[in-house]
Structure formats: structure tokens, C-alpha cells
């Protein structure tokens, strides 16, 4: 169960490190990654949509750590690839970022990520 501080500080936050284990090495690699929120659920998109290799790790291992500003939580991860799904978190994305942000950092758009913080 996600840490309440954890779920407070994420409204006034742009970006989290996201922590997954690399699929072949085996070791823990962090990332500053974009999120959005919707109640006590993350959607993350990964820069290079399905090619991305923290998108690969996360489909080879689901178990993710999230970290802001000293908050940090373990969860599960459920790659998306819908894409009905994925782009209703891109546009969610375009609407916390803005259009041009997103659809500039974000050449790929096939993949998402959904994180329940229960």
C-alpha cells in the first residue's frame, strides 16, 4: 500500500524516479520519468514507447520503486499497449505537460505503463 506522504507530494510534482531491474544485467536503473495521476493510480509513458528499454524491464520484471522528494514506494507495473488506452494517458499527458511537450518528447506513442499505488 502506497505511503500516504508518498500519494501527498505527488499533486505538486512534474516528474518521479521510477526504478526497475534491467532484464538482462539484473541491476536497478533509475529514471526521472513524466507521470500522471488519476486517484490512486500512475499512468507513465515511456519516451520510446515500446522500444524503451525501462518499458522491456518492466515487461520482463513488473516490480517497480517509485521515488519524489524523499517518498518513496514499491509497486507493480502493468505494461499497456492498447491503444484506445494509451491514448487517452497521452492526452492526459498533453493536458498536465502540454501538447507540444509531449508530442515532441514522445516520438513512439504505442506503450504505456499503469502503476496502482493500492
Given at each position: ?38 486517484g ?56 498536465k ?14 506503450a504505456?505503463?499503469?502503476i496502482?499505488?493500492?
Amino acid at each position: 500500500m502506497a505511503d500516504q506522504d508518498f500519494i501527498a507530494v505527488l499533486e505538486g510534482s512534474r516528474q518521479i524516479d521510477l526504478t526497475v531491474t534491467g532484464r538482462r544485467s539484473g541491476r536497478e536503473i533509475t529514471n526521472p520519468v513524466w507521470f500522471v495521476q488519476e486517484g490512486r493510480t500512475l499512468y507513465l509513458v515511456p519516451i520510446h514507447g515500446s522500444d524503451g528499454d525501462w518499458y522491456k524491464n518492466v515487461q520482463h520484471l513488473p516490480k517497480v520503486r517509485l521515488a519524489v522528494q524523499g517518498n518513496e514506494v514499491r509497486a507493480s507495473a502493468v505494461p499497456l499497449s492498447d491503444p484506445a488506452k494509451v491514448a487517452q494517458i497521452l492526452d492526459a499527458f498533453r493536458a498536465k505537460y502540454g501538447a507540444a511537450a509531449v508530442d515532441a518528447y514522445y516520438p513512439k506513442q504505442d506503450a504505456a505503463v499503469e502503476i496502482p499505488l493500492d
